[in-house]
Each structure stands twice: as structure tokens, then as C-alpha cells.
């Protein structure tokens, strides 16, 4: 075997090293922006006559802040989406589309820091 060929081969191997080490996760910036800069946009439509977003909650008998819903441990994309999507006792029945849900669960978490 040509000597070359040896002198290669821990190249071979470290680029295959470097190809297959799996890419780190991109969850530092969780939510699509465009789809927060939509939901922000929804969300003063249809939100803020009762939410507040990350600012002080109008008295102790308001509506939660949407930062500190997304900042609870429990609140998901999922649990967003399941109270959304049921009839509520104190919310007006928002029949929202499945993309404005996505728009306004993306914001929520974001603001949330999630
Ligand atoms: C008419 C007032 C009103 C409007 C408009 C309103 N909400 Fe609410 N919302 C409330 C009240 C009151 C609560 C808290 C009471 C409760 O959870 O039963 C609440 C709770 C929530 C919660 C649950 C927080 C938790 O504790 O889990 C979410 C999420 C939420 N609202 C999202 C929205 C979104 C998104 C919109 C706009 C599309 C919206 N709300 C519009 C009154 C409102």
C-alpha cells in the first residue's frame, strides 16, 4: 500500500466524525418569528381588551398576562391548543383558525421565553 494512502486515512475518518455528529439543537429561539410577529398582531385584535402582554396585569381580578402563561411550567403548544379550542366560561367563544391558534400559541410561549 502506498504510504499516502495511510496518511489519509485518519483524515478519512475525523471528516466522518465532523459529518455525522448530529447538528445541536436550535431551541434557543423556539417559536418561527414571523409566526410571533402574526400572533402579537392577532393578539391585540382579539386579546387585549382583556390580556396584557408582558406588562402588569390591569388588577388582581384580571385575565393572567400572556408572559407569564407562557411561562408556566405546563403551558405547551399543546395545552395552548386545547384551551383555544374549548368552549371557556369566562372568555368569549373565539372560533379561531388552526393557523391564528399557531400564531397566538408561538407568541404566547415566546413571550413566555420558551
Ligand atoms: C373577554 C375577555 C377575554 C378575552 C377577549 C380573551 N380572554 Fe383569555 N382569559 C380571560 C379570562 C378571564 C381568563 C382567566 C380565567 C380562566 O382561565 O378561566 C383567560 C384565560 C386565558 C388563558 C389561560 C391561562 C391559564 O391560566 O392557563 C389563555 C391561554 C388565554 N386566556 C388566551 C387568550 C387568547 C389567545 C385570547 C385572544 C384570542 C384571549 N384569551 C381573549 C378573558 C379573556
Same mark, same amino acid.
Request: net charge neutral; hydrophobic share 45%.
Given at each position: 500500500?502506498?504510504?499516502?494512502?495511510?496518511?489519509?486515512?485518519?483524515?478519512?475518518?475525523?471528516?466522518?466524525? #465532523?459529518?455525522?455528529?448530529?447538528?445541536?439543537?436550535?431551541?434557543?429561539?423556539?417559536?418561527?418569528?414571523?409566526?410571533?410577529?402574526?400572533?402579537?398582531?392577532?393578539?391585540?385584535?382579539?386579546?387585549?381588551?382583556?390580556?396584557?402582554?408582558?406588562? !402588569?396585569?390591569?388588577? !388582581?381580578?384580571?385575565?393572567? !398576562?400572556?408572559?407569564?402563561?407562557?411561562?408556566?411550567?405546563?403551558?405547551?403548544?399543546?395545552?395552548?391548543?386545547?384551551?383555544?379550542?374549548?368552549?371557556?366560561?369566562?372568555?368569549?367563544?373565539?372560533?379561531?383558525?388552526?393557523?391564528? #391558534?399557531?400564531?397566538?400559541?408561538?407568541? #404566547?410561549?415566546?413571550?413566555?421565553?420558551?
Amino acid at each position: 500500500m502506498p504510504r499516502h494512502a495511510l496518511l489519509g486515512l485518519p483524515v478519512f475518518v475525523l471528516s466522518g466524525l #465532523i459529518l455525522f455528529t448530529p447538528a445541536p439543537p436550535v431551541a434557543q429561539a423556539a417559536q418561527a418569528p414571523e409566526q410571533v410577529a402574526q400572533g402579537r398582531l392577532l393578539a391585540q385584535s382579539l386579546c387585549a381588551d382583556c390580556h396584557t402582554f408582558g406588562g !402588569d396585569r390591569r388588577n !388582581d381580578r384580571a385575565p393572567p !398576562d400572556f408572559a407569564a402563561v407562557g411561562a408556566m411550567p405546563s403551558t405547551t403548544a399543546l395545552s395552548l391548543r386545547v384551551f383555544l379550542k374549548s368552549p371557556h366560561a369566562t372568555m368569549p367563544d373565539l372560533v379561531l383558525e388552526e393557523g391564528q #391558534i399557531q400564531a397566538l400559541s408561538a407568541f #404566547i410561549l415566546d413571550l413566555g421565553g420558551k
